[in-house]
């Protein structure tokens, strides 16, 4: 998906989870194209990763509604993925990184640094830095060299939020959001540390973790609000 894709994809996640695009609501290629200024494409797009993600659901014919969500569903699904990502990262661990994975998360680590090193985020960077998660989730679970793994993630992937793309930014607070992903990043730099050291308990651990960082850890950095659908989730 391309930058300006990934923007509207992360902004409707955004609405979904404050409320702005609350449990019930039909949505319309055509409303939310003029809502957002933008063309029905990028919208298309989004409504595809969206009901895959399990944010949307099919209502009618060819209808789409938002999905009702609790909070029970969001720390459950963000609790399993934690479990299967630590399962992967203590596998690797005790594997040992090939040379290969082990430069590639290097390469995560280094092109993280350098959205986060001037002390702030635009837009554009988190874009980026939703590619460079992606890649270095993925590195992780496939250094487990366990198809299983993969196969459980990739049938998780459909409840809210399970998935690890399932970034939702809050673009009238970059501020806080520079802090929240940094804070997700250094977690990355820890788990690289353990993976390249054996430590296999300690990689899981750190894993388990980072699946909180970018959804229930956002009590950290901002105020929290309650959104339409029952679920208390920070801005």
Do not use: W
Not at 98 to 114: E, V
Not at 129 to 154: C, G, M, T, W
Not at 226 to 231: C, E, L, Q, S
């Amino acid at each position: 998906m391309s930058g300006a894709g990934q923007r509207v994809l992360s902004l409707l996640r955004k609405m979904i989870v404050d409320g702005e695009l609350a449990a019930g609501d039909r949505v319309t290629e055509t409303s939310l194209a003029e809502r957002l200024g933008v063309s029905r494409m990028p919208i298309r797009m989004a409504f595809r990763a969206l009901k895959q993600e399990g944010l949307l659901i099919a209502q009618g014919a060819r209808g789409l509604a938002v999905r009702k969500m609790s909070a029970e569903d969001l720390a459950g699904a963000v609790e399993v993925r934690g479990v299967l990502e630590g399962l992967a990262a203590r596998q690797a661990a005790e594997r040992g990184l090939s040379p290969q994975t082990h430069t590639a998360l290097l390469a995560c680590l280094a092109d993280g640094d350098k959205l986060f090193e001037k002390g702030f985020v635009s837009e554009d960077d988190l874009v980026q830095y939703h590619d460079i998660n992606k890649r270095f989730h993925q590195l992780v679970v496939a250094a487990s060299a366990n198809p299983a793994i993969a196969e459980a993630l990739a049938r998780h992937a459909h409840l809210p939020f399970a998935s690890v793309s399932s970034l939702a930014v809050d673009r009238n607070n970059l501020a806080q959001e520079y802090r929240r992903f940094n804070f997700a990043h250094l977690q990355h730099h820890a788990a690289v540390d353990a993976l390249a050291n054996g430590q296999g308990a300690r990689a899981e651990a750190i894993m388990r973790e980072h699946a909180n960082a970018t959804l229930r850890y956002a009590t950290l950095f901002g105020p929290i609000d309650t959104i339409r659908n029952g679920v208390k989730i920070i801005n």
